[in-house]
């Protein structure tokens, strides 16, 4: 069964802090996306990528955020000095055309879960 | 933004009753889809509608799709307590050929046993 994974699942770390956030993609999509969920901001569009090539950054804090796709299989987030305010989940999805609609049917992985003291 | 509103923010049920959540968007779409995220998971891909189709059955789900009202409605019958999660909508932008899904805040359905 394909699943996106992401790790850690969950990380505690301190301001001022690197957190570096890894996700695998379903093995076959072309498409990644990072979102932020917030109770306070819901669902966030960070960054995606199709092909490994940036398409759209714009959701994302450019002076500390950085996303990359070194290879097909792995694609990162970084944060860099980490904030309180970064606190959040943050969901790694692949993308798959559904059905030659046209349209991407988007696969989550599990998250990981960002706390900042 | 093109980013969906879902309708009501929570929804609190009986077993065996219906839910009903609605959905609206600003800009033409392509597609609409809809997800379920349970507590601490990822969101989970649950039916497309394609903007010429008006209606569409999943199971116990039902979309309905209304362009010129810029609405959609997921129903879901006959809940049960493993239906307790949130429900997300999701639109693309005809305007545009990135792909990218635009999310609203969601619905939190709880369905009581």
């Known amino acids: 069964d394909a699943r996106v994974t992401q790790t850690p699942r969950h990380k505690v770390t301190e301001m001022g802090q690197e957190v570096t956030m890894r996700c695998q993609p379903i093995?076959?999509?072309?498409?990644v996306f990072w979102y932020r969920q917030t109770m306070m901001q819901g669902l966030e569009l960070l960054a995606y990528?199709?092909?490994?090539?940036?398409?759209?950054d714009s959701g994302m804090p450019k002076d500390r955020f950085s996303a990359e796709m070194p290879d097909a299989t792995l694609a990162t987030l970084k944060i860099q000095p980490s904030e309180p305010r970064d606190s959040a989940v943050y969901f790694c999805?692949?993308?798959?055309?559904?059905?030659?609609?046209?349209?991407?049917?988007?696969?989550f992985g599990p998250g990981t879960r960002l706390l900042v003291l | 933004s093109q980013q969906g509103e879902e309708d009501p923010q929570a929804l609190s049920i009986q077993e065996g009753e219906n839910a009903t959540m609605n959905c609206s968007y600003k800009t033409s779409i392509n597609n609409l889809q809809w997800y379920r995220q349970n507590s601490g998971r990822g969101l989970v891909h649950l039916i497309l509608i394609r903007s010429n189709e008006r209606e569409k059955h999943s199971g116990r789900l039902r979309v309905t799709l209304d362009t010129s009202k810029k609405s959609s409605s997921l129903l879901i019958t006959a809940s049960r307590a493993a239906d307790t999660a949130s429900y997300f909508c999701?639109?693309?932008?005809?305007?545009?050929?990135?792909?990218?899904?635009?999310f609203g805040r969601g619905t939190q359905l709880t369905v009581w046993p």
């Open positions: 093995l076959g999509h072309n498409t």
């Open positions: 999701a639109t693309d932008d005809r305007g545009s050929t990135l792909g990218r899904l635009y």
């Open positions: 999805a692949s993308g798959s055309r559904y059905r030659g609609s046209g349209q991407e049917t988007q696969y």
């Open positions: 990528f199709r092909n490994r090539a940036p398409l759209d």
